[in-house]
């Protein structure tokens, strides 16, 4: 039975691969496998230090109001001055808030017989506090402070010699633990298995290493040789793919590809299982970005770029337009499916409970956007795989104006987003309404959370079948249902997929001219950063069209895509050009996407990647749990990948 949980967040792609490995791969695999074990030990080691390290000294001498939880500090507030006053509180990380009443503090009798009120506020932003005077709604005094975790502080109120005038001093009972010191401890454990693996790769290049390695590891190598000749058993049924990605007779897949999807997938898998309880690895509330709202839609990217190349090599081999339109079909229809049925909170309460089941969500908008771009490049690219001549005019962007259908039809998608966002009349909000609602815009929208996008979902799903808590309730308290992988932002994952398809056309037309293919990266890299700097006029909240995780916006598709094309043409350079790193480990998870997201989501409550903790408001040890369940999922790739198997759907 599986366990009940919350559900899903973030995203995937799929692929399956064929390695090709010589004698010394073989040596090298076999050491990478003792590496990875003495990573998860040593990591765990390293990183239980850190959470013994970041603990409070209990000696020194401090006020507390309660027990302090993660990314909460204490605040006592003296009042000496002859008159209640009220203290409210404004993060500075929510755009266009107005002060939010936190407590008041009752009269004092005097210079040295204050009355006091302990609060406990948040430590993730900035917070401006603001001191108002009950009855007249006077301002005494307002400033600017980010506190520290776990910190104790005195807010002390005293009247001056003039009695009209209020002094406001803030100070540091006990100093807040540094809480992000288990982040340097894991990062120096990863810096170190990364130097001494390097170490390792030139150690077993010299020759007398090798010798021995091959004479230690004869027995190993004969029996890869026998199951290289007669295949390994598949007892799991899982399907064993050897089809090449790079038509038409390449026969080698891109590693940078695959170890830029895994790179996608392992950080997506930290950020799911908790990210350590960090908020820069958690969603962004509304505009901006965190770490874990890169991770999605470059899995579109990579999907779409993974599309290009495997239709275009089916078609090259004459495969049928219907075989292939009936494949791509079954494929979205799997993945929806899966998304709905499997990676779903609703299983706890029984097959038949669809009264509040959530239908849209990451492997549901993953199918339909490789439903869309696989029909459209299908059809599209059928009549157009054909070698033009360099002498040609438009040579230099033929891989752009030979799918000119293609790209009218995804521009018409995007402009029909445009319309439904701006100009769709949403009842109760202003029309072309982007806001988070809730306390943002000055409270004047509480119920217009994502504008067009939420109506069209509450109207076609109904609120009980979208997502029920949005990120922005942590910073706007909005309180209507939204979903970030609702109906209208499909439209921009479309997009999102087409660009990916580009890159694949640009490594299709430009196969083996690497100088060619990293120039058109960068100059499409170059373009879309130049559209979103024009689209957010570089700013978080004040552009035209900002830069939305929840809203999938149009300015996030070029922000991502910029990022995802300088990314792709770096791991190219790297990888599959100059074959300085092999894309280990990333490269093995990324070869199995599919089961290692589909696993990660299933088992996130079994151990050994979740246990119950001995302090769970301790980052230490949320961050050595969700670093260990990471890093099992990448070892697990790892050993499916030495036995060659692939889920294939």
Request: charged share 15%; net charge positive.
């Amino acid at each position: 039975m599986l366990p009940c949980k919350k559900g899903n967040t973030l995203d995937l792609k799929k692929e399956d691969r064929k390695e090709e490995a010589g004698k010394s791969d073989v040596m090298a695999s076999e050491g990478e496998y003792r590496w990875t074990v003495s990573a998860v030990i040593v990591l765990l080691l390293a990183v239980s230090a850190a959470h013994v390290t970041n603990k409070p000294a209990s000696s020194r001498p401090h006020r507390k109001t309660s027990v302090l939880k993660m990314d909460e500090a204490a605040l006592s507030v003296f009042n000496e001055i002859k008159e209640e006053i009220t203290l409210s509180v404004h993060s500075d990380h929510c755009y266009q808030c107005l002060p939010q009443k936190f407590g008041t503090i009752p009269a004092g009798q005097g210079p040295g017989t204050p009355t006091t009120v302990g609060f406990v506020l948040g430590t993730q932003h900035a917070l401006t506090l603001q001191l108002n005077s009950t009855a007249g709604k006077q301002e005494l005094c307002k400033f600017d402070f980010h506190f520290g975790e776990q910190g104790n502080y005195s807010l002390w109120v005293k009247n001056l010699i003039e009695p009209s005038r209020v002094s406001c001093n803030l100070v540091t009972d006990s100093e807040p633990v540094n809480s992000y010191l288990p982040i340097l401890f894991a990062f120096l454990v990863f810096a170190g298995m990364v130097a001494l693996y390097t170490i390792w790769s030139i150690v077993r290049r010299l020759d007398f290493v090798r010798n021995l390695l091959l004479r230690l590891g004869s027995t190993v190598e004969t029996e890869r040789l026998i199951n290289s000749e007669l295949g390994i058993p598949n007892r799991l049924g899982i399907t064993v793919s050897t089809e090449s990605i790079i038509p038409p007779t390449a026969g080698r897949r891109l590693r940078s590809l695959d170890t830029f999807r895994g790179l996608s997938l392992v950080i997506m898998v930290f950020v799911n299982y908790g990210g350590g309880r960090y908020w820069f690895f958690r969603h962004e509330s509304w505009n901006g970005l965190t770490v874990a709202d890169l991770v999605f839609p470059w899995f579109v990217f990579i999907m779409g770029t993974s599309v290009g190349l495997s239709l275009s090599g089916s078609l090259r081999r004459g495969v049928k337009l219907t075989h292939l339109l009936g494949k791509i079909f079954w494929r979205g229809l799997q993945l929806f499916l899966i998304g709905v049925i499997i990676i779903n909170p609703n299983h706890c309460q029984g097959p038949l409970s669809w009264d509040s089941l959530r239908i849209p969500g990451v492997l549901q908008r993953l199918g339909f956007t490789y439903l869309v771009v696989g029909v459209l490049d299908a059809v599209v690219a059928q009549e157009r795989l054909i070698n033009l001549s360099s002498e040609t005019r438009w040579y230099s962007l033929h891989d752009v104006f030979l799918y000119w259908p293609a790209w009218l039809f995804v521009i018409a998608l995007e402009i029909l987003w445009l319309c439904l966002t701006f100009f769709l009349p949403v009842p109760g909000c202003p029309t072309g309404y982007l806001g988070p609602g809730g306390i943002g815009d000055f409270n004047q929208y509480p119920d217009c959370t994502g504008g067009a996008a939420g109506y069209i979902d509450r109207w076609l799903l109904g609120e009980n079948h979208i997502y029920q808590t949005p990120s922005s309730r942590v910073v706007y308290q909005s309180s209507v249902p939204f979903d970030p992988e609702g109906v209208l932002g499909s439209i921009n994952s479309i997009l999102m997929a087409f660009l990916g398809l580009q890159a694949g056309k640009i490594l299709l037309h430009y196969r083996d001219q690497h100088r060619q293919i990293m120039i058109r990266f960068l100059i499409w890299g170059f373009l879309l950063g130049i559209l979103s700097a024009v689209l957010t006029k570089c700013s978080s909240n004040k552009g035209f069209i900002p830069v939305n995780k929840n809203l999938w916006s149009f300015s996030y598709v070029t922000t991502l895509s910029c990022f995802a094309f300088v990314v792709l043409s770096i791991f190219y350079y790297m990888i599959d050009v100059k074959k300085w790193w092999s894309g280990a480990p990333f490269f093995y998870p990324g070869m199995n996407s599919i089961l290692v997201y589909v696993g990660h989501e299933v088992f996130e409550e079994y151990f050994p990647f979740r246990w119950k903790m001995s302090n769970n408001q301790s980052h230490a040890e949320h961050l050595t749990q969700n670093l260990l369940a990471t890093s099992i999922w990448v070892f697990i790739a790892y050993l499916l990948y030495r036995k060659k198997i692939f889920w294939k759907i």
